[in-house]
Each structure stands twice: as structure tokens, then as C-alpha cells.
């Protein structure tokens, strides 16, 4: 609005007053009309530009006029055979549904085998090639692929033929109407010789027709006919084409669940291939726990294989320690309503990837109706939410689990058998993979959770005899009613007192030829004066560092109360260390073990042999390694540091 103000001003736009009065003007010259005068008018002289103008204009005026010339010319003018126009499709009712389209025209190579038709084969090629169903969308009327193939399939099932060529096809989903007149007589003189159990080596295409004729149940007696026959074609022609294993499963387990097929039929060994689900799967859904190792040391966080403790010797073991073990994992966890078959295999999940007969041209319609099926254990159809729905087993994903019931077993079998390394299984990474799932956290939490796999491996040690070395277990196969062995009965020892005085003269006599006298070189003022200095000496102040570092070395520490809280094995430990062995302790966290030992002018590995020694005494194992503390006993250590 404010730009055309302005360009009213521009213009020098009237005033109210000056408009009212120009029209009361132009009203009276309407009213009473003047005749204009003739004024002699200046012949204007065109200049340069306006003469160029009508020139160009001249010019692009002739040359279009050449060129619609040409055109209608053209239009009459006939230059060879003209090609007829198509003939227009009739118009679509799409509101009421009815259709007036033809058959679908695929582009399908002409036949170059022009001998005689041989039983009209050709004549019903054609026909079928016309034969279509369409449907309507609420929008427009399109093609049903697979009504058209049943159609078009059910015309031509009794087809047989003797074609004496075999043409290549490389669709990849074959239908009629995309093979031209050669294929189609391939195709249906293969499949003459394979009605009939002769399956000759052809092109893959040519195979995979035949599949979704008898998945739609075309050329068959009834369901189980057809899936007889597809179980051949599978076990005929999978030598020449090795991909039906991929389909030919999923199809025959899909025609099951929407067929009923009855009783008399035998399953074929095809559902079976591609099914990597092992046997030990199968044996721990049946609580079959014997043998395990390997299965669970593949879906374990911890590399059992790679452990210095498990050899050809103690593999045995391990296995039976770990068949106890999940037997009384499995009634603890059945107590609190948690399978571990779940936890350490998987469970039945929805595959969201699946639809019926995926990759094939099949009209559900035609088959009986979708039921439940069990396919195995591990496999199943049902419904969900009124749906056709697959359930396929899927793997667990708790792997610290499994890793931490290998390392337990193995820790009970390492203090058991008296190996000098031992490990501490770590609960923590299994509880945090647990944490979203509210029932198996609370049975993994519970306290009593990992003595069950404690007190079942020493339950199986105690049984096959199984102790630790240096220490006696009472055996619970013990026979009470057997007298026990009677103690050695030492005779008593008896001393001659009389020949102690000859035995003493005689050690005399043989000490005094060992000692050999060296003469007495120094000066006798040298030794006054060093006599003199011994003399002057005060032998208290002397001995009291003496005394006082030598009572600090072997001194017992009395923190009976301090380590109250530490295991029964710690404990003892803790008790038996001196100040000097805390200190050395400390000083091989920090990596001075060494350095701390020269500096008190003792051998390191005496004093790590020593403190090896009580600690197998009292944990079973030692404690340090190649002068540094061993990584699982790390944190015992420094809490017997912090506590002293």
C-alpha cells in the first residue's frame, strides 16, 4: 500500500478538490460535446534505431513463416510404412469397480522357432497369457500377482510338452507372463519328467516355478500331496542348485503351519538343514547337565581354555565339579521361578523378519488356515495380538554368568587339589547385567546366591575324595562302626648317665686338635689401648638398638581383635605377620620389595619364601610371585595392611 502512495505522488496525483472538478468537466463535455480541431501535423523523420527494429522484426516474422510451412508440409508428405497407432484402452469405472483392461502386456522375447504347433501349445500360451486379476485398491485398480499366477497356473497345469530345446532363464521370481514362448516350453517339459520323479539338470528359474506351483497347490491331490513333492524337488534337484537350502526349509515349515496335512505323511529331513542349534542345547533343556565344559567355555567371559590350572589331568575334574555345579544352580534358581536354561542358553523370541513363504508368489487364500505348530523345542508358530507369528530360539546374552560359575568351580578345585595359584570369581559384572530384570537380580543378589556353587563343587569333592594336601578332612563315608587303628607304641629311650662324662672329655680332646693357634702379630700397646676402649664401653648402650630392632623383627603381633573380621584362612595369616612382614608388604604394593629388603641387609627371597610358607599354611596358596604380590590376593593384602 505504501508503494503505491508513493507512486502516486510520484506522479503529482490530484487533490479531492481538483478531481471533483475534472469530472464536473468531462460531465459537461459529455453533455455538450466540442468537435476537435484538425492542427497541421510535423512529419516526424524515423531515426536509426526504430528502422533496426522493423527490421529484425521482418526477418523473425519470414522465418517463422518457413518453418510452419515445413511443419504442415511434413505432415503431408509420407516417408515409408507408417506404424498404426495404438488403439486407446478403454475408460475404468474406478468409483464402481468395474475394469474393461486388458491382459498384462509383458515384454517377452518373440519365439524363434517357427515349426509347427505342436497340440496347440502355443494357442493356450497365448490364451493363458490373457488371463489376469486385478483388484481394487479405494484408489485404482492394480494387478494381484499371485491371484494371476494361480490363474494363470491352474490353466496350464495339465500342460505337457516335448521341447526339444533348453532355453536359459535368469529371472530371479519367475512368473508366466515374464517367460516368453521357448521358456515356457522348457519349463513345461521339465516339469513333465519331474511329475514323475526325473529331475534333469535345468536353470534355476525353471525350479523355483515348479516350487510356488506346488506352494499354491496347483497340479496336486491335496496339501500333503504337495508337500511330498516339494520335499523331492529338494532332495532331486539340490545338487545342481545348491541355494533351495536356504528356502526350501522355511517354505515346507510355512506350508505346515497353514495346511493341514494330517497324519499320514513323513517329515522331511529338509526342516533340518541350516539348523545350528547343537545337541547340548537340547540336553540342558532336559537338565542334562554331563559334559558341558566346551559348550559354555564358548559363551563364557572367562577363558576357561586359557587357565594354567585346567590340563588333560584336571579336565575331568572341572567336568564334574561343573555338572554339580548346574544341578544346584538349577534348583536354586527353580525356587525363585527362574529358568537356567534361559539364563545360559536363550529362550523363544518373535522373529520380526519373517512373513509366510517369503520370496514366493503364494495365495494364502488357498491354503487350509493358519494354526499353531510346534516345529521343535526351539521353534514354533503361534498367534500374537490375533497374528501369525514365528518364535525362534535366540542365544543369551549373560556371558559374565556363565564366566563367573566356571571361575568358581575352578577356584574351589584349585584350593582343593592344593594348586599353588589361586582366583577370587568377581559377582559384581553379573549383577549389573542383571539389573533390568527385576526377578533374576533379586535371586543373583540374594546372599546365599554364590555358596551354592561353592558347597556343591566341595560336596563332589568330599564324595570322589577330593582334599586338600597336608590336611586331614573327615570323610562322610567314614564307617563308625570299624574300630580305629591302634597307635604305635614307642619303647622308652634309657640314658647312661655314667658315660656322659666320657662322651664330654672326648669332644674336648676333638676340639682342641681343629682349632689351629695363630701367633700374636699385633703390638702389645695396640691391644692395651683396644682392650682399654671395650672396657670404657658402656654394654647397655650398645645393645639397646640392638635389642630394640631385634624384638620389633620377631616380635609377634598381638591383633587377634584388629583381623577379627578377616576368614578363618586370612586370619591366621594376619595374626602370624611380624611389624617387619607388614611393612614388606607394603613396600611390594608400592614395587620396593627389593629395595626395602637391601635396606635392611636382608635377602628378598628369603623373607618372600618365608611369608609363601605361612601363607600356604593358613590359605592354601601362596602369596608372592616373582617378587610381586599376586593380582588376586591384591586386595586381601591391602586390607591386612589398613587393619594392622
Known sequence: MSDKFRLMMDNKAKTKEEIAQELRRMIELKSHPVEPREEPQEIATPDREDIAAAVRKSVQDRISSIVREAVRTA??????????????????????????????????????????????????????????????????????????????????????????????????????????????????????????????????????????????????????????????????????????????????????????????????SAESVGDDISGDISDLLEKRYSGKLEYLAQRSSYNIRGSIFLTEETQPLVEGALEAALAALDGYLSEKGVSLFGIICGRLWKDHTWTPFAGAYVDLDRMDGFHSLKISPLEQYCVKRGQPCLEEFEQSPY??????????????????????????????????????????????????????????????????????????????????????????????????????????????????????????????????????????????????DFAENYSEYNSGMDNSGAFAELPEGWRGFAQGLSAEDISLLGALIRGEGTEYCRSRNVMPETQYDRINDMAMENIGDILIENGVIIEDYLPDVERIISLA
Open 399 to 544: 556371558r559374565n554368568f556363565i564366566g563367573w560359575v566356571l571361575k568358581s568351580v575352578e577356584a574351589v578345585l584349585r584350593k582343593r587339589t592344593g594348586f599353588r595359584y589361586g582366583i577370587n570369581p568377581n559377582i559384581t559384572p553379573v549383577l549389573e547385567d542383571m539389573t533390568n530384570r527385576e526377578k533374576i537380580f533379586a535371586a543373583v543378589s540374594a546372599p546365599e546366591f554364590p555358596e551354592t556353587v561353592t558347597r556343591a563343587v566341595e560336596k563332589w569333592c568330599d564324595e570322589h575324595g577330593i582334599f586338600p594336601p597336608k590336611k586331614e578332612k573327615k570323610r562322610r563315608g567314614y564307617n563308625f562302626d570299624e574300630a580305629p587303628e591302634k597307635a604305635a607304641v614307642h619303647a622308652p629311650v634309657e640314658i647312661d648317665v655314667s658315660k656322659l662324662a666320657k662322651i664330654r672329655r672326648e669332644a674336648d680332646e676333638t676340639t682342641r686338635k681343629l682349632i689351629v693357634e695363630e701367633p700374636d702379630t699385633l703390638p702389645r700397646d695396640i691391644i692395651t689401648d683396644r682392650v682399654a676402649e671395650i672396657e670404657e664401653d658402656s654394654f647397655e648402650e650398645q645393645t639397646a
Open 75 to 268: 505432415k503431408e508428405e509420407s516417408y515409408g510404412e507408417k506404424i498404426p497407432p495404438r488403439e486407446p484402452r478403454d475408460c475404468v469405472d474406478y468409483l464402481g469397480g468395474s475394469s474393461a483392461l486388458r491382459a498384462d502386456e509383458l515384454a517377452y522375447a518373440a519365439s524363434e522357432n517357427e515349426e509347427p504347433d505342436d497340440g496347440g501349445i502355443r494357442a493356450r500360451i497365448a490364451e493363458m497369457r490373457r488371463l489376469s486379476q486385478t483388484f481394487y485398491n479405494g484408489y485404482m485398480l492394480r494387478q494381484c500377482a499371485e491371484e494371476t499366477f494361480v490363474k494363470q497356473g491352474e490353466y496350464v497345469s495339465d500342460v505337457t510338452d516335448d521341447f526339444g530345446r533348453n532355453c536359459f532363464c535368469g529371472i530371479e521370481r519367475p512368473i508366466y507372463g515374464a517367460l516368453s514362448t521357448d521358456q515356457l516350453r522348457t519349463y513345461f517339459t521339465w516339469r513333465t519328467q519331474a511329475r514323475i520323479g526325473v529331475f534333469n539338470k535345468v536353470d534355476k528359474p525353471y525350479v523355483i516355478l515348479y516350487c510356488f506351483e506346488l506352494l499354491n497347490r496347483i497340479g496336486v491331490l491335496s496339501a500333503a500331496d504337495a508337500y511330498n513333492r516339494l520335499s523331492g524337488v529338494w532332495e532331486g534337484c539340490r545338487v545342481f542348485c545348491p541355494s533351495l537350502d536356504k528356502v526350501i526349509p522355511r517354505w515346507l515349515k510355512d506350508f505346515r503351519a497353514y495346511n493341514d496335512l494330517g497324519d499320514n505323511f513323513t517329515l522331511s
